[in-house]
């Protein structure tokens, strides 16, 4: 159904800015968007100038499409001037190429939902449509009229008001423009951030799928290949190999499993209470815990937290962290060299930086770098570690926007730089 | 005349496993060496000239895939064949990258071994 709201003919420049004034309008009263309302009426003023330019009796014609599913505002100018020669080159070119007509039907039609053009020696005819949220569209014949009246009664366009108005109109839209951009600049870079989030967690997920895979079928492996033996009732065989074989798998598949509910329970929020932390007091409730060993090994330790003696951190993550780095340190000492464990803390940009040095045994980092971090992996022949205390710490460590660096050598021994971030 | 048994290297960082499969595989017709880690499995080829080598992918030290390459650069490798064992679902796509001859999924067994052989050495 279409319905008639006004026409007007352009005879000069105020009738343009009229034009426009009524785009404005009319977009606004059918429920469009400042944005396109101003696209709207700025397309009805660059067609109405380029009628009154370059041809002779020109009018606009404004009315409203409504079927069921959708509603158009529409604006036709038509002329009865000489035409458009070479009209498909014309829409085909740049902007910058335009000179003349060219220039206003270009910027027009990049302005409008829909835009066609006809033209002929006869005169020439201009469609802009927009479409209108169709929840909004309300309108029949009876409320148009109501614009219409409304109208009437409007005093006498002023062109310097009207200058104005619109000029007010543009400063506005242009000071939106900044806000969105720079909105969504931000959410641009929130998204980035995101992703690289996302794909760190992929692959520390790939890894630890990898590295559980393994730990779990190298055991069971060994279970199945045992088993069938055995059930194959060999005879007069020694077979407490292949017993001793049985416990061990079912020991390393125990503590593998054990491993994976210790990594899922670091991982249950319910667990995540923060708080300040006092990195004396809990490094003293972690170093009871070694006592013994550290007796036995006649380690000395160090502990000097003066330059940051205090984060707002999960209290269980920093209570790991210490207790692996601890546990490491005295389990891989060098037999032949006293053990000697300085911690320390300072204010990092960000932060907080837990230092954990020791004279243990070193690693050659660059043969086992790559893997220092990934799960259920030894570096030596000692079996007692279950491989995942640095991959959970890392993990720890990193979920919160924190960074982990190694330094170490063969012969002289290992640090750790935490950079912890507090949480809010 | 009883042919020579083909001689076989293992070379994972399991001892239950390589124990298992020596003890199962040693038998007429094949000639089973073990190698426990990646860092002696060159002077054991020198050795014993295997003709079929099993590498585990994940161990301590010197990986399989490494290993793999380091074997088929090696002139004096040249006929050795080189089976990768792993349980990573890449298995495949790593065989490839190294110009392993096959792979074997872990868990592997003792049949899944012979059944690999008798592929390889006709």
Redesign the interface.
């Known amino acids: 159904m279409e319905i008639p709201i006004m026409s007007l003919d352009i005879t000069n420049e105020m009738d343009i800015m009229l034009a426009h004034r009524r785009g404005m309008q009319f977009a606004r009263y059918v429920g469009i968007g400042l944005s396109e309302q101003t696209r709207f009426a700025t397309a009805v003023s660059e067609i109405c100038r380029n009628g009154l330019e370059y041809a002779v009796e020109a009018a606009i014609y404004f009315s409203v499409t409504k079927t069921l599913e959708r509603c158009f505002l529409k604006a036709i100018i038509k002329d009865k001037g000489r035409g458009i020669a070479d009209l498909p080159h014309i829409l085909q070119r740049r902007p910058d190429e335009h000179r003349g007509r060219g220039v206003g039907l270009v910027f027009a039609r990049k302005l409008v939902d829909v835009f066609q053009v006809t033209s002929s020696p006869r005169g020439t005819s201009v469609l802009l449509q927009m479409d209108v949220p169709i929840k909004n569209a309300v309108i029949n014949r009876l409320v148009v009229q109501g614009w219409v009246k409304h109208l009437q009664s409007e005093p006498a366009i002023n062109a310097y008001e009207e200058l104005k108005i619109r000029n007010t109109q543009l400063v506005e839209l242009s000071d939106q423009l900044k806000i969105n951009s720079g909105v969504v600049e931000e959410q641009l870079k929130e998204i980035q951030l995101l992703n690289v989030k996302l794909s760190k967690s992929n692959d520390r997920m790939k890894e630890f799928t990898?590295a559980i895979?393994?730990d779990?079928?190298?055991?069971?492996?060994?279970l199945?290949?045992?088993s069938?033996?055995l059930q194959s009732n060999p005879q007069g065989e020694d077979l407490s190999?292949?017993k001793a074989?049985l416990s061990?798998?079912v020991t390393r598949l125990d503590k593998t499993i054990h491993s994976l509910i210790e990594i899922l329970d670091i991982q249950n929020p319910d667990k995540h209470i923060v708080r300040e932390l006092d990195f004396a007091v809990v490094f003293e409730e972690i170093r009871e815990e070694f006592e013994l060993q550290i007796v036995e090994s006649r380690a000395v330790i160090v502990a000097d937290f003066s330059l940051a003696p205090k984060v707002h951190y999960i209290e269980g993550y920093l209570q790991s962290i210490l207790r692996n780095l601890l546990s490491n340190s005295l389990k891989y000492k060098d037999a032949g060299r006293p053990l000697k464990i300085h911690v320390s803390t300072e204010k990092a940009a960000g932060g907080v930086c837990l230092s954990f040095t020791d004279t243990g045994s070193g690693m050659d980092l660059e043969?086992i770098k790559e893997r220092l971090f990934v799960p259920f992996?030894?570096?030596?022949g000692n079996s007692d570690g279950k491989g995942i205390g640095l991959y959970l710490i890392k993990g720890m460590v990193e979920s919160n926007g924190g960074m982990v660096i190694v330094e170490s050598n063969t012969g002289v021994g290992t640090t750790f730089k935490f950079t912890l971030v507090p949480y809010t | 005349m009883q042919a020579r048994p083909i001689r076989i290297l293992i070379v994972d960082d399991?001892a239950?496993?390589l124990?298992?499969?020596k003890?199962?595989l040693s038998m007429p017709g094949y000639a089973v060496e073990l190698c426990p880690d990646g860092i002696g499995c060159i002077d054991r080829l020198v050795e014993h000239q295997p003709q079929v080598v099993f590498l585990d992918i994940?161990m301590?030290?010197i990986h399989g895939d490494d290993l793999c390459r380091q074997i088929k650069k090696d002139e004096r490798f040249k006929d050795v064949k080189v089976l990768l064992m792993?349980?990573?679902?890449d298995i495949q796509h790593i065989a490839d990258a190294c110009r392993a001859d096959d792979f074997i999924a872990?868990?592997?067994?003792?049949r899944m071994i012979r059944d690999k052989i008798t592929h390889l050495i006709p």
């Open positions: 990898y895979s393994h779990l079928k190298t055991p069971l492996s060994n199945k290949i045992a069938e033996y190999s292949y074989i061990r798998s043969r992996t030894r570096f030596s | 399991d239950d496993l124990f298992l499969l003890h199962q994940s301590n030290g792993s349980g990573n679902l872990k868990p592997v067994t003792p």
